[in-house]
């Protein structure tokens, strides 16, 4: 098993009134090779769980492990730093603005201590279709799609084990969603990777994910292979959903 969530608890403090608890007791696994869609509406707790796996906070309890090792130890904080990047939402505010798109693409390399691999960047660009003479460009001189494919292949540059995209379509419009779409299962195949893909939307999920996941209220309502979920969905709330539309 690549990646586990063991009964993870996230609670966060607030000014006013008791704590707020984002995620409680949820657990899940990742496989090599797969996409597992994690689904909920805004609030849910969906980004708690990519910013647990960024490092950017520890979990209250439970454990989060990376092929068998605990993710937050002082030994492998590091290394898994690299095993495991992120497409955000908005790519404008992710990538900055002031720095050359080969300056954006060499510099995980550069924080990470890797060699610059600049043959490597130029295969990353043909692969989604964008020219080399884009890496003189700056980030306002590119369109909303160019500028997502370049946050994908700025995340592939450090040649990770997971990727994880979190609402990477919220952005787009409906035609760039297909397109990316398209583009993430082709490079996700190709590079082997496996994937976390946060959405609000279960259609996207099943366009992409081996198996899913509902989550609401920081709890793990159901995790399903897709199509099984899509067939049979076991929860309530997932039943309900299906029934009205797949859009929170």
């Known amino acids: 098993m690549l990646l586990k969530f063991d009964q993870v608890t ?114 990353l660009l043909d692969l989604v279709h964008i020219p080399k003479s884009y890496l003189q460009k700056r980030p306002r ?33 409906e035609p760039k969603k297909e397109q990316l779409v398209l583009l993430l299962q082709s490079l996700l195949q190709k590079h082997g990777l496996s994937c976390i893909f946060i959405t609000h939307n279960l259609l996207w999920a099943k366009a992409i994910a081996t198996r899913t996941a509902v989550l609401l209220e920081g709890k793990m309502l159901e995790i399903q292979e897709t199509k099984e979920l899509f067939a049979a969905p076991q929860h309530p709330y997932t039943r309900k959903l299906l029934s009205v539309g797949t859009h929170f």
């Open 10 to 123: 996230k609670i966060f403090p607030q000014k006013k009134g008791k704590a707020k608890v984002a995620l409680q007791g949820v657990s899940f696994s990742l496989k090599e090779g797969e996409t597992l869609a994690i689904v909920g509406k805004s609030g849910s707790g969906k980004s708690t769980i990519a910013s647990l796996l960024m490092q950017r906070f520890l979990p209250d309890a439970g454990q989060i492990l990376v092929q068998g090792e605990d993710l937050h130890s002082s030994s492998s904080a590091r290394l898994f730093r690299r095993e495991m990047q992120m497409v955000f939402q908005d790519p404008t505010g992710a990538l900055n603005p002031h720095l050359s798109i080969q300056a954006i693409l060499e510099e995980p390399r550069k924080i990470l201590g890797l060699p610059r691999d600049l043959p490597y960047l130029h295969e």
């Open 141 to 173: 001189e590119c369109s909303g799609g160019e500028l997502q494919r370049i946050a994908v292949i700025r995340s592939l540059s450090v040649q990770p084990k997971v990727l994880i995209c979190d609402e990477v379509l919220a952005s787009l419009d």
